[in-house]
């Protein structure tokens, strides 16, 4: 069983950029895929990224496309978000999960989840 915990997030203005990470423990993160996902208050969890477990495979959702990058240190047992051009709108907490199996959108598809971290953009 894998164990995850995110870090980086805070405020940042409309614009700028944050680099989130998710550290695992317990097992390689080479033998899962991963992805990001995000809740705004009041709306439900959604998809942000995900990548494969050997890191050729990458999805991701539109409203992020081109801003967002999502990338995995196997080494480091560590994988990334970078988040660029922020906007308000990606005010959210960001979870990182892990899922046995390949890449995928779906959220219920992951297997382990981080307790999130929050990710503020003012106007």
């Known amino acids: 069983q894998v164990q995850l915990v995110e870090s980086g997030g805070g405020l940042v203005q409309a614009g700028g950029s944050l680099r989130l990470s998710c550290a695992a423990s317990?097992?390689?993160?080479?033998?899962?895929?991963m992805g990001w996902f995000r809740q705004a208050p009041g709306k439900e969890r959604e998809f942000v990224a995900a990548?494969?477990?050997?890191?050729?495979?990458?999805y991701c959702a539109d409203s992020v496309k081109g801003r967002f990058t999502i990338s995995r240190d196997n080494a480091k047992n560590t994988v990334y978000l970078q988040m660029n051009s922020l906007k308000p709108e990606d005010t959210a907490v960001y979870y990182c999960?892990?899922?046995?199996?390949?890449?995928?959108?779906?959220?219920?598809?992951?297997?382990?989840w981080g307790q999130g971290t929050q990710v503020t953009v003012s106007s």
């Open positions: 999960a892990a899922r046995v199996l390949s890449a995928s959108v779906v959220i219920s598809f992951y297997d382990y």
């Open positions: 990548i494969s477990r050997s890191g050729g495979t990458i």
């Open positions: 317990g097992r390689s993160i080479s033998s899962y895929a």
